[in-house]
Every structure is written in C-alpha cells, then in structure tokens.
DNA sequence: GCGCAAGGTTTACATCTGTAATCGACACAA
DNA sequence: TTGTGTCGATTACAGATGTAAACCTTGCGC
C-alpha cells in the first residue's frame, strides 16, 4: 500500500505531538491565524505562554504540517495536513498497533468495555444502514 | 476525581511507550519468560540487543506494568497489567483526544475512509446484534 | 577453587518533547 | 530619531524515550 496519497511535504515520519496537536486544532477550526492568535486560543486552557506557542508553530511548520504564509512582519498559519487525514491516520495506526489491523476489533472492544453508549450503538447502527443500503 | 480504580500500582500517570509495548506483547503472549527468552522473540524484528531488552523490562517493572518472579538466579517477568486493560486505555484515549469522547465518530471515520472492509461491517453488525438483542 | 558466562543493575548518551527565555530586526509613536 | 513594543528565530534546558555499554554478582563447568 503506502499510496502516499495527500503526501504535502507531510506524512513521512514525521508525528504530530501531543501538544502540536493542540496548536493544530486550533488552525483546523480556523486556518491562517497569527501565533498570538493561536495563543489566546490554547495559552489559557493549557497554561501556556506565547513563547511556546512560537515554538510550537515552528516545529509544526518545519514538520511540514503547517504553512506560513507571510501577512505584513507576521505570519498566519495554516494547516497543510488536513484534519480527516491526521485522525484518520492516528486511528489506522491504532487499529493497527493494538488491534493487528482489525478495525472491528477495536469496535468490538469499545463495546465490551462498555466505552460504548447506547447511544453510541444507536449512531453506529443508523451509520451500517447508510454504509450498506 | 481520580479514583484510581484499578489501581495495582500501575496506572496513574505511568505510560507504557511504544519500546515497551513490543515487550509487553511478548509477555502477554506468554507470561513468565526471561529477558532472554523476550529477547528471542523482539530482538530480531526491531533489532535491539539483549541489553534493550533488559533496559525495557527493569523500567515496566519500575512502572508497575511487570512483576519480576526469581526463579534461580534470573526473573520471570509476568504482565501485572492486562492487555485488555492497557488496550482499551489506549482506545478510549485515543477516542477522547480525537473524537472529543464520542466513540461513534471513530467507527464513522473509520468508515468513511475505508478502514472498514465489508468484512469488518459485517463482524459489527453481529456485534451490535449480540450487544442489543 | 577459578574463571567465565549469564543475569540483573547502573550508567550513558543521543533524541524527542514540553516549556520558555533571549536575541535581533523592525514598525510606530513621541 | 530614538525608544518601545512586537515578531519570528535562536538557544536553553529538564524530563522522557530509545538504545545500549559497563559493571557487579554468582552459579557452573573444569
């Protein structure tokens, strides 16, 4: 396999880490922000300063993950790796990791340890219906 | 909150990392083996000499994740923490970080992007069937 | 009895991560 | 024009992680 489809300068080894990924949301939720932006955004909730938002962003950015596009002496920031393709591949790589690939494994584990709600079952059984009419 | 329920020593804030996870496979697999004989069964696939493994094994057992056994004058090392147990944290971590909690959206995303072979529905299908009957 | 091999323990060391402080350029107000 | 606040870039530094060598003890073969 390995299509290395969506490949942008991204997806190679390069992992997104815990607290990247919370700058990342943040530009999913809305692209071309400024640090300082991104900073009013996460700095609070996480206890954070601008300074490691900087940092954050630069990692990002040489990762390949983000783009900064130029806007007068700063830059604004965009995601280049699309939220899907990042949740997807971070749950691919579970199912994989835990689950030796098999994806209803990890459903039908969700559902022995209770992880599932009745509700959840519910919106997955209306999802099977659609997926197979 | 924090009830720390479950807790057997391990749990709390202790991760198991991806080093330590092959070797957690191992002992799951089969309990009471020796470095030596984890050795045998990781060491070639991710080419680690005897001494990672060894390195591997005192930190889970530091963690709490391992109990070491003497037997003679080398140690059997036996999980203390159950697959099922470490799995479904991953899972329901995993669930939290990316789908904000909800369950459903994994196994929708899973779909949508083609994790799920035909096969796969099928197997969650019956599940759903046998959890709500 | 003695040296060696096998075991665990200690120490090592490069990366990666989290979290910032500091530095240098620069736009803008006074 | 000079000071000042603002940016990104550079540097820092502790803790976690991957990977392993060095070390110390001890059972076993000779």
Redesign the interface.
Known sequence: MTPSEGKSGFGHGERIT?AE?AVMEVLWDRPRQTAAEVCEEVCGARGWSLATVKTLLSRLVQKGALASEPDGRRFLYTPLVAR?AY??G???R??E???GG???S??????E?E???????D???A??KE??P
């Open positions: 815990e990924y899907e949740v997807g971070e749950s691919r579970l199912v990791r835990l689950f098999n994806a209803a990890l459903v039908a584990h969700l559902a340890t992880a599932l709600t009745p509700a959840d079952l919106e997955i059984e999802l099977l997926l197979r």
